[in-house]
């Protein structure tokens, strides 16, 4: 029988047990308590703020232990028992054991002690943090599979905290229930398969008239497979895609025409299609307060100029465009300018957005004034920042820049430069709990410097 799927058993011979009684100060980026015990920082899963635990020595390192609670001696009341039955197993959430209001104010503070720490910057003003729906909130997801022998079934999950185990999930409260609905008959299809041990994953994309599975093949699909993967998409409602290779390989298996998959952003009248292997936001609903935000923050004028970096499919160029400003979307991959100019034409905004490819990591000041002079800008880079692009910014413009971020170190690092070299002021910042119930911090931050005659 495979192995794959299956956990390891206990050590033959277990450690001894250290216990500590541990007072929690605060949580660190992934979500654990921070304490001091004798002069040294341990970190404790499972604790809180405010609480007194006795926690379990796991590891003991130089400058730092790590630990697990056993027992939470006074609780915080910011605790509460975790919704998802899955929760300490299941990589996709570290924080559900704390209320709302305590995740966001962690990931506030994980922001500001990146910016002082790393960029040594402070911004002006903290902004409100941005927040949406706790529950159902997730309209995109890559969930792996371990398509194992019969009797055992499937397995169709996120993998399991600090592990590439496949998590035995039946239900997901972060995804729509609809789709969270469909887990356990992913796992009854798959189990069914011949290709079972040849799927490796199925990336969910949600829109607002029609939810995709993308199916990563990596064998061709038998007739009789075929004919399962059909009957399973009538009966659920989905449009199954196939995936052989690459992103780009991906495309519609049954039904052959559906809607479009996209999403709206009312506030601008625009409706934006994309591919489900595309890049968007996995939070729709805390979407559109973001691009509402960063619109404000610019304040586009009829006659500005902007350019938006890192543009992808046109998510901030469109509603700046539809905003009065002329708008240049700057992106390395061509088939997402492709897909922002198909954009711009179905919201008839195609005199004021225009998309070029460019690559943002390899610029210069020489290859940057090529398109200027540009009197704004939104950064919205991915996790690796966009250092040599704020390194190559002249001195006479933009004079305002939002920075949408997904990486609160590289943020802070290129706040830095824009403070220290670039002569920007760091006007405001916040965060955008975009991912509730996880460590990730998404953010916004505004810089401005005094306007020049262009």
Not at 287 to 293: E, G, K, Q, T
Request: one cysteine or more; proline letters at 8%.
């Amino acid at each position: 029988m495979s192995k794959r799927g299956m956990r390891r058993g206990p050590p033959a011979h277990p450690r001894p047990i250290e216990l500590r009684i541990l007072a929690i100060e605060s949580l660190d980026s992934e979500g654990r308590g921070v304490a001091r015990d004798e002069g040294k920082v341990v970190f404790v899963e499972g604790a809180l703020p405010g609480e007194t635990v006795e926690a379990e020595t796991t590891r003991r390192g130089a400058s730092y232990d790590q630990a697990e609670t056993v027992r939470v001696l006074h609780e915080s009341a910011a605790r509460r028992a975790p919704p998802c039955p899955h929760f300490g197993l299941c990589g996709g959430c570290a924080t559900q054991h704390a209320d709302l209001r305590t995740q966001m104010a962690a990931k506030q503070r994980w922001l500001e002690d990146s910016l002082r720490r790393i960029g040594r910057v402070e911004p002006g003003i903290l902004l409100p943090i941005v927040y949406g729906e706790e529950w159902g909130y997730r309209h995109r997801a890559r969930m792996s599979v371990r398509g194992l022998p019969p009797p055992r079934g499937a397995l169709v999950g996120f993998h399991e905290r600090k592990s590439s185990y496949v998590a035995d999930m039946r239900q997901c409260d972060n995804l729509p229930p609809r789709i969270s609905r469909l887990i356990s008959p992913l796992r009854e299809l798959i189990t069914a398969l011949e290709m079972r041990e040849r799927l490796p994953q199925v990336e969910i994309a949600v829109g607002d008239k029609v939810d995709v599975l993308v199916v990563r093949n990596l064998d061709p699909v038998s007739e009789s497979d075929a004919a399962q993967l059909r009957a399973f998409a009538d009966r659920e409602g989905v449009w199954l895609w196939l995936q052989p290779k690459g992103p780009a390989t991906a495309a519609p298996f049954h039904p052959l025409c559906m809607p479009d998959l996209d999403y709206t952003l009312p506030e601008f009248g625009l409706r934006i299609a994309f591919r489900p292997t595309d890049f968007t936001q996995v939070n729709h609903g805390v979407n559109r307060i973001l691009v509402r935000r960063a619109v404000r923050m610019l304040d586009p004028q009829p006659g500005d100029r902007i350019a938006d970096l890192f543009c992808g499919l046109g998510n901030f160029s469109l509603p700046l465009a539809a905003s009065g400003a002329t708008v240049l979307g700057l992106d390395g991959a061509e088939e997402l300018g492709e897909r922002a100019r198909s954009n711009a034409a179905a919201n008839g905004l195609t005199s004021r957005a225009s998309f070029e490819r460019a690559d943002l990591f390899e610029l210069d000041e020489q290859k940057l004034a090529a398109w200027g002079p540009l009197a704004k800008m939104l950064i919205d880079p991915p996790r690796s920042g966009a250092a040599e692009l704020v390194k190559a910014l002249p001195d006479a413009w933009p004079s305002r820049i939002v920075y949408v971020s997904c990486d609160s170190a590289t943020l802070a690092r290129d706040a830095g430069i824009l403070v220290s070299i670039k002569g920007f002021t760091l006007a405001a910042a916040g965060v955008v709990n975009m991912f509730p119930h996880t460590t990730h911090v998404e953010s916004i931050a505004l810089f401005e410097r005094p306007a020049q005659d262009l």
